[in-house]
Nanobody, 124 residues
Framework: QVQLVESGGGSVQAGGSLRLSCAAS????????LGWFRQAPGKEREGVAA???????TYADSVKDRFTISKDNAKNTLYLQMNSLKPDDTAMYYC??????????????????WGQGTQVTVSS
């Protein structure tokens, strides 16, 4: 059974930084499409950043130039470096994965595998 486990969330003041990690078990990141999503209370889940098997990245406009998605295939770990955080970034953050044989979902909410989420809270 595929397991994705996020870590690195927490509370930070506006302007601060956090790095989220997503470690996979029984799953290889090397040929997968991977994504980070977030969901704030009362809002729909939205795609934040995605990376395909060739390392191409996509970002939501709201986080461009502030967030960076990356992965370490050897460690089977996905990262999201978040800089210049704003109160609007407060949400539960989820990682997601899609296998190589499926269409890469990018920022669309169509990944088959999801982590349990990690909370990010940004205070003003």
């Amino acid at each position: 059974q595929v397991q994705l486990v996020e870590s690195g969330g927490g509370s930070v003041q506006a302007g601060g930084s956090l790095r989220l990690s997503c470690a996979a078990s029984r799953y290889s990141y090397s040929s997968s499409c991977l994504g980070w999503f977030r969901q704030a209370p009362g809002k729909e889940r939205e795609g934040v950043a995605a990376i395909d098997s060739n390392g191409r990245t996509t970002y939501a406009d709201s986080v461009k130039d502030r967030f960076t998605i990356s992965k370490d295939n050897a460690k089977n770990t996905l990262y999201l470096q978040m800089n210049s955080l704003k109160p609007d970034d407060t949400a539960m953050y989820y990682c997601a994965a899609s296998p190589w044989w499926a269409r890469c979902p990018g920022l669309m909410d169509e990944y088959p595998y999801w982590g349990q989420g990690t909370q990010v809270t940004v205070s003003s």
